[in-house]
């Protein structure tokens, strides 16, 4: 049955409205809504269901206009049902995949993430063909780039967020992702410049021009990431967050399977297209460069409907960090739920280190196979969003981020005791990637509800900042610890990690309610 609709003066008077009747008794009006039996009394008097209304308003009908009466008097009028009147009643991703907005906003995250995935595997497929010699390890290579995308994260993840709350979302969308693009597109053309010119100490060149571009596109991703989180809840109705972020995550963990799976595939398919029909080997940057491009012109479709910006207003970037704090000190569902978020993060980058050493003592894998039990947690993360976007909204989101770290300590426990078991490991995986959901998407949504709009920017800024940190340190400490105290161990650990995050939050919102 569809709930009882709120009503105050202006929608009574001026709000489309299913059919319905109104009447007038002396100094009051009563609203019917036959479709739900409910009777709505407006009047001077604070009774159930009324509000307090000047009793010299005159009744308006459905489409706005005024209408004369007298006392006693009875109007009917029969309008079609109206938007904010029909998704009342849905729940799910319905709601949100009506959205044409949001369905801009999403389908240019698809090409955008797409590219980020892929973006590694490009730079390995021309490391292997340009710079690695025989006999060489490609890994040297590949942790310099890595290198240079992680330093802008750590550096720049917070200022990015102060001028993303200066300057349209909308055009750091937009901006971010056709820069991405272009630079990109221009690694062939700038390596073919400078295939002759010396090396810049012991390093190639070419090579130093692949840390540039990566460091540069990597700065750009810290402006869009607070952009995009800062965008959903202007477009999105605030009781369909929940759904929202349910499928953006859906689609972040499918990419992540996706793109690791079938990016070489992709990219020598690529290239062997241009060379049947152009002759060189740049059909790799075109399909990464190209998806940066797409998703740039896909934003141009999306109406955030926001206030014209300040141009006139220098940033003052200190000062907005600073304010930032202060505003995530005040608020603790904020900061309760970023530090949930980044217990979550820690344990997962930790996780994707340790899937190596579990690849190694599951006889029926061998080391390099590890991504198949990291593809399990994304598909995990993938059913659990999934589920929480239909059924969530009925459990609170500090009820789901308790039960979700109960089920990660839970799973993390079973991981220390069948360490060696592929079955196991692989349904533990995929149990704790759905229990995670139950945490990330939840209080991702509670931080989008919480944050005032001025401050979405440098919150979200700043999110983008702690979690890079959070991602980056169990990456080298992970290894470490295992080797000192074992795998076991350093399970339970993470195990008691994730209890502790939960109640935590429990805790606080318990007792600051």
């Known amino acids: 049955m569809m709930q009882p609709p709120n009503l105050d003066t202006k929608s009574f008077l001026s709000s489309p409205r299913l ?20 009777v709505y009394q407006v009047s001077h008097e604070n009774t159930t ?5 000047s009793t010299k308003v005159t009744q308006g009908a ?13 109007v009917t009028a029969t309008t079609t049902t109206t938007p904010a009147d029909s998704e009342a009643t849905e729940v799910g991703f319905l709601p949100v995949l009506k959205n044409h907005n949001f369905l801009a906003l999403w389908s240019g995250q698809v090409f955008s993430q797409l590219a980020d995935k892929v973006y590694l595997v490009l730079m390995i497929a021309i490391i292997s063909t340009r710079f690695q010699t025989s006999n060489q390890s490609i890994s040297g290579w590949v942790s310099a780039i890595m290198m240079a995308f992680t330093i802008p994260a750590v550096l720049f993840g917070s200022v990015a967020g102060v001028f993303v709350d200066r300057w349209s979302t909308k055009a750091v969308l937009i901006v971010t992702n056709l820069v991405r693009g272009g630079l990109v597109l221009s690694i062939p053309v700038l390596l073919w410049m400078t295939q002759d010119w010396d ?11 692949l840390l540039v571009l990566s460091f540069l596109v990597s700065t750009l991703t810290q402006f869009f990431a607070p952009a995009e989180q800062a965008t959903i809840p202007l477009i999105v109705e605030r009781r369909h967050l929940l759904s929202a972020n349910s499928l953006y995550t859906t689609t972040m963990m499918a990419l992540v399977v996706v793109g690791f799976a079938v990016g070489e595939p992709l990219l020598a398919i690529a290239d062997t297209l241009t060379m049947r029909f152009g002759g060189s080997e740049i059909g790799k940057e075109l399909v990464v460069g190209g998806s940066y491009a797409i998703a740039g012109c896909l934003l141009m479709l999306l ?20 304010d930032g704090f202060e505003y995530l000190g005040k608020n603790h569902r904020i900061r309760t739920a970023l530090i949930q978020l980044v217990i979550l993060f820690s344990i997962f980058a930790a996780l994707a280190v340790l899937a190596v050493r579990m690849a190694e003592v599951i006889p029926q894998i061998k080391s390099s196979q590890f991504g198949f039990l990291l593809a399990a947690g994304g598909v995990g993360i993938a059913a659990g969003a999934t589920l929480l976007g239909q059924y969530g909204q009925r459990i609170s989101a500090i009820q789901l981020s308790l039960y979700g770290s109960v089920g990660i300590a839970g799973c993390l426990v079973g991981l220390a005791i069948f360490t060696e078991q592929l079955l196991a ?14 945490v990330a998407i939840p209080m991702q949504t509670a931080i989008q509800k919480e944050t005032s709009p001025e401050m979405r920017g440098k919150i979200f800024g700043l999110q983008n900042n702690v979690i890079n940190i959070a991602l980056t340190l169990p990456l080298a400490l992970a290894g470490v610890a295992e080797t000192f105290i074992g795998l076991q161990a350093v399970f339970l650990s993470l195990a008691a990690a994730a209890i502790a995050g939960g109640l935590l939050t429990w805790y606080i919102c318990r007792t600051e309610t």
Do not use: M
């Not at 100094?27 to 039996?37: A, G, I, K, L, V």
């Not at 459905?62 to 009875?74: A, Y």
């Open 19 to 38: 059919h319905s009747t109104y009447q007038r008794k002396g100094t009051s009006f009563y609203h019917h809504y036959p479709e739900t039996s409910y």
């Open 49 to 53: 269901n009324s509000d307090v209304i």
């Open 62 to 74: 459905p489409n706005g206009s005024l209408l004369k009466h007298s006392d006693d008097e009875e």
């Open 199 to 209: 090396a810049i100490g012991s390093l190639p060149t070419g090579f130093a021009i």
């Open 303 to 322: 109406k955030t409907g926001e206030k014209n910006c300040e141009p006139e207003r220098t940033p003052h970037i200190w000062q907005d960090l600073r």
């Open 425 to 438: 490991v692989l349904l533990l995986i995929t149990l704790l990637g759905g229990f995670a959901s139950l």
